[in-house]
C-alpha cells in the first residue's frame, strides 16, 4: 500500500502548495521554488518505493527541495556572483528542528501567499485559473493545454507571460496584516472559484470537468488551513454542492440536461453530504457572506428528492439575500428562476424585463426570457429571445440546448396553426 | 470481547483518490468483509467525513466552547464514541452539550457521517 505509486502522486499532490508555498519563502523566487519542489519529487519517486513514504510528506519534500536548490545556487555561484544572503531567508535556523518551523499558522501564509501570488488583480482571470493549476495544483502543461484546447506551445507561453508578468509586480513577502488577510484570503477564493467554474461548463468526461477536483482540493486545503472563515466553508460547500450533480448534467451525447430533468440518482450522495455538513457549519457564525447563500441555494435543490419537492419560496428569499450582499443583474436573473415557479412566469418576466441593458450579451438572460415568454404563450417573442440565446451560447452544449427549444416552439407553433 | 479497530490515515490522499481508485479500495475491503461478516464477526462500521466538517466542542467549566474544525490537541487520549441520529449540526450540539454537562472536562468532535453499516450480527452483544 504504501509504496504504491498512485499512493504516491495523489501523496506530492496533496503535499504541493505547503511545500511550494515554504520554498518560495525560503527563495522568494518562483521558478526556483517549482524548481526545487520538481528536484524534491524526482528524489521521493527514487527513495519513497523503497524506504516506504516518510511521516510528513511536505516537510521531507520542503527540507529535501531546499537543499538541492541550495546546491544549484552555491554552483553557480562559483561563476557568477554570490548569492544575496538576504534574499535566501531562514539560512540561520538550519538547526531548529524541521517540525518547529512548520507549523500550521506558518503554512498558512506560506499557502495564502503562494494561491495570492497567482491571482493577483492585475492578471486577467484566465491567467489567474491557468497559473493556479500549474504553480498550486500542479498540473503539468500538456494537462492545463488539453483542459483549454491550446496547444501545449501556446500555453507554455502564456503562463511564462504570466509569470514574468508577477515577477514584475514583485511577491509580498510581509507577514500581512489581519485585513491584508482577509483580502488575500477572498481574492484566493474568488480564484478557486473561477478554477471551478472553468470545469463546471465542461461536459462530462471531458478533460476541463477535471479541474472541479482540483478547485475542491485547494478548497479543502484553504478551510484546513482557515477553520473559522465561513466564506472558506461557503466556498468549498457551494464548489462540493454544485460538483455533486455533475455525472446527471450531461446526457451521452454532451448536451446539457436542466435541474428539474436530472436523474437524481445519479447524484453523488457523499459530496452531498459533505456540502450540507459545511453549509450547517458555516450558517451557525451568522456572518452570511455570497458564498455561503449560493451554497444555501445549492443546499436546498440537492435536498429536494424530485424537482416538486423543491422549496422555491425559500430559494427566492435567498436570492433577496444575495442581491442584498453582492448586487448583480446576474443573481436577479436567477431570483427571477426561482419566482417564476414560486410565483409564476408573469412576475418572472417582470423581473427579467429590467435587465435588458445590462444582460444583452448574456446568454442565459436571452434563454431565461425566452423560457418564460413561451410559459405565457408568447412564442413569436420567445422564438426571438431563443434565437439571439443561440447566438451567444459558449459552448456546443449550449448551443445545441436551445436549437433543441427552437424546434420544439416550432413544432408547436405549426400544430397551433401559426406561421413565421 | 469487543474491539474498535480505529482507521488512520492521511485525508489528502485519501479524499484525492479517483472513483476508480477508492472503487477498488472499496472492493478489496468488501472482499475482507463478506466472511467476518457471515461469521458474525462483523459489528457496525462507519466512514467520516473529512476533517473539514468537524466542529469541536470544548468541555469547558461554564458554557462549552464550540469550536471549528478537528479535535487537534494530543494530550488527551480518544475514549469512546457515540453515533447519534439527529436533524442537524445544532442538534448534535445538543446532544453534546447535555452529555458534556454529565461529564466535564476534555472535547468531543462532532463528525457527519459519510457511510454507515449498521450491525450485521444476529445477536449483537454488548
Known amino acids: ?420 | 470481547m469487543l474491539y474498535t479497530i480505529l482507521c488512520y490515515h492521511e485525508e489528502d490522499v485519501v479524499w484525492s483518490w479517483s472513483e476508480e481508485q477508492e472503487a477498488a479500495v472499496m472492493a478489496r475491503l468488501a472482499e475482507v468483509q463478506a466472511p467476518l461478516i457471515a461469521s458474525g464477526k462483523m459489528g457496525p462500521s462507519l466512514r467520516l467525513l473529512p476533517t473539514t466538517t468537524a466542529t469541536t466542542l470544548r468541555k469547558t467549566k461554564d458554557a462549552p466552547l464550540v469550536i471549528d474544525g478537528p479535535f487537534a490537541e494530543t494530550k488527551e487520549q480518544l475514549l469512546g464514541f457515540y453515533v447519534v441520529d439527529v436533524a442537524d449540526l445544532e442538534e448534535a450540539l445538543a446532544i453534546a452539550r447535555q452529555l458534556a454537562g454529565a461529564n466535564p472536562g476534555g472535547a468531543y468532535e462532532l463528525r457527519p457521517v459519510a457511510l454507515y453499516n449498521a450491525d450485521a450480527r444476529a445477536d449483537p452483544a454488548p
Open chain 1, 1 to 420: 500500500m504504501t509504496t504504491d505509486p498512485a499512493w504516491i502522486e495523489n501523496a506530492i499532490v496533496g503535499a504541493r502548495p505547503r511545500a511550494v508555498g515554504a520554498l518560495l519563502r525560503y527563495f522568494r523566487d518562483l521558478d526556483l521554488a517549482e524548481e526545487a519542489f520538481q528536484e524534491a519529487c524526482l528524489r521521493a519517486l527514487r527513495l519513497w518505493p523503497e524506504k516506504g513514504p516518510p511521516r510528513d510528506p511536505a516537510a521531507w519534500l520542503i527540507m529535501v527541495g531546499r537543499n538541492a536548490a541550495l546546491d544549484v545556487l552555491r554552483r553557480k555561484s562559483r561563476d557568477v556572483a554570490l548569492p544575496d544572503e538576504a534574499a535566501i531567508s531562514d539560512l540561520d535556523d538550519v538547526e531548529t528542528p524541521l517540525a518547529e518551523r512548520l507549523d500550521e499558522s506558518r503554512f498558512q501564509d506560506d499557502v495564502l501567499r503562494l494561491m495570492f501570488t497567482c491571482c493577483r488583480p492585475e492578471l486577467m482571470a484566465v491567467q489567474q485559473v491557468v497559473l493556479a493549476l500549474r504553480v498550486v495544483a500542479g498540473l503539468t502543461v500538456a494537462q492545463i493545454a488539453r483542459a483549454f484546447l491550446v496547444s501545449e506551445t501556446a500555453m507554455e507561453q502564456r503562463i511564462t507571460r504570466a509569470k514574468r508578468q508577477i515577477a514584475v509586480m514583485g511577491i509580498p513577502f510581509e507577514t500581512p496584516d489581519d485585513t491584508a488577510r482577509a483580502e488575500r484570503l477572498a481574492a484566493v477564493a474568488a480564484m478557486i472559484y473561477l478554477v471551478f467554474n472553468e470545469g463546471y461548463s465542461a461536459a462530462d468526461g471531458a478533460y476541463r470537468a477535471r479541474l472541479c477536483d482540483d478547485a475542491i482540493r485547494l478548497g479543502r486545503l484553504l478551510q484546513r488551513l482557515f477553520p473559522a472563515e465561513p466564506e472558506v466553508m461557503g466556498l468549498t460547500a457551494l464548489m462540493l454542492l454544485q460538483h455533486a450533480r455533475h455525472a446527471a448534467r450531461f446526457d451521452d451525447a454532451g448536451e446539457i440536461i436542466l435541474l428539474e430533468d436530472q436523474d437524481r440518482g445519479r447524484w453523488n450522495r457523499k459530496l452531498i453530504a459533505e456540502g450540507l455538513a459545511l453549509t450547517e457549519k458555516a450558517l451557525r457564525h451568522r456572518a452570511p457572506g455570497p458564498y455561503q447563500i449560493q451554497a444555501a441555494i445549492a443546499a436546498l435543490h440537492d435536498k429536494a428528492a424530485t424537482p416538486a419537492d423543491t422549496d422555491w419560496g425559500q430559494i427566492d428569499l435567498l436570492y433577496g439575500v444575495l442581491e442584498r450582499l453582492q448586487p448583480s443583474p446576474v443573481v436577479t436573473l436567477n431570483r427571477a428562476v426561482a419566482v417564476s415557479k414560486s410565483r409564476g412566469p408573469e412576475a418572472a418576466l417582470a423581473m427579467v424585463e429590467g435587465l435588458g441593458d445590462s444582460l444583452a450579451g448574456y446568454f442565459h438572460f436571452h434563454g431565461v426570457r425566452g423560457g418564460l415568454l413561451w410559459q405565457l404563450g408568447r412564442r413569436l417573442q420567445a422564438r426571438a429571445a431563443f434565437g439571439k440565446a443561440m447566438a451567444l451560447a459558449n459552448t456546443a452544449a449550449e448551443a445545441s440546448h436551445i436549437r433543441a427549444h427552437l424546434d420544439r416552439l416550432k413544432a408547436e407553433a405549426e400544430a397551433a396553426g401559426e406561421t413565421g
